[in-house]
């Protein structure tokens, strides 16, 4: 079935350093949505990437969808200690679907 | 405007105990899904729901677990009979409408811790 991958699974920065996290299907997805959960909360909706090579920022944060629809990456530029958390990237089963399939996360922890 | 509600917030059950989980969906929201989350890891989709019907109970064990969405009231996640590796987050989620599209809002969760 379907796979979602995502790398690093943990990243630790000093507070004001920029960090990435990419995420990789094994199929091609119609669109990919981008969560952020903070420790011991509930997964909250970031974006959702629809076309190919889309690119949305929202204020420090810049949303990347790949050529192929397979790979997308979330980066931070100057992280703040409010960006603690994980963040999850999801893509539907199949096109159609509503089933998510999760990305298991990265952790991002940051030294104030 | 409420958000997707999930009681109880947490929950200790001993083995071979019933757990029952709460979900009121967004208003409006006529779709809902459930999620496991075992520590340290992502979410693993269980069940889609709308109104009465269940749509895709694929990630859902065949045994001890069910899940409905009645006409009037909220989805209801049932593990019967509980064993320690149930122990998870529980989270739903809601949607407006079905659609490749449609952005689902999740819920606070249930912790359930099984002894």
């Known amino acids: 079935g379907q796979q979602v991958m995502q790398i690093p699974q943990y990243q630790h920065v000093q507070e004001g350093e920029d960090f990435t996290t990419y995420c990789n299907s094994s199929t091609t997805l119609s669109n990919i949505q981008w969560y952020k959960q903070r420790p011991g909360g509930h997964p909250v909706f970031l974006i959702q990437?629809?076309?190919?090579?889309e690119v949305k920022k929202q204020k420090r944060l810049t949303f990347q969808f790949g050529e192929a629809k397979k790979n997308s990456s979330l980066h931070i530029t100057a992280t703040q200690t409010t960006d603690v958390g994980t963040y999850f990237c999801?893509?539907?089963?199949?096109?159609?679907?509503?089933?998510?399939?999760f990305g298991q996360g990265t952790r991002l922890t940051i030294n104030p | 405007n409420a958000g997707v509600m999930q009681n109880p917030r947490h929950l200790v059950r001993r083995r071979g105990q019933e757990a029952r989980l709460r979900c009121s969906p967004m208003?409006?929201?006529?779709?809902v899904y459930w999620y496991r989350q075992l520590p340290e890891e992502g979410l693993k989709f269980m069940v889609y729901?709308?109104?009465?019907?269940?749509?895709?109970e694929s990630g859902m064990p065949k045994e001890r677990f069910s899940a409905e969405f009645p006409k009037e009231g909220p989805s209801i996640l049932r593990i019967q009979q509980v064993v320690r590796g149930d122990s998870a987050a529980y989270f739903c989620?809601?949607?407006?409408?079905?659609?490749?599209?449609?952005?689902?809002?999740f819920g606070p969760g249930t912790r359930l811790l099984v002894l």
């Open positions: 989620a809601s949607s407006l409408r079905w659609g490749r599209q449609e952005t689902q809002y």
């Open positions: 729901l709308q109104k009465e019907n269940i749509i895709d």
């Open positions: 999801a893509g539907p089963e199949f096109q159609g679907a509503q089933k998510l399939v």
């Open positions: 208003k409006g929201h006529s779709h």
């Open positions: 990437l629809v076309k190919s090579g």
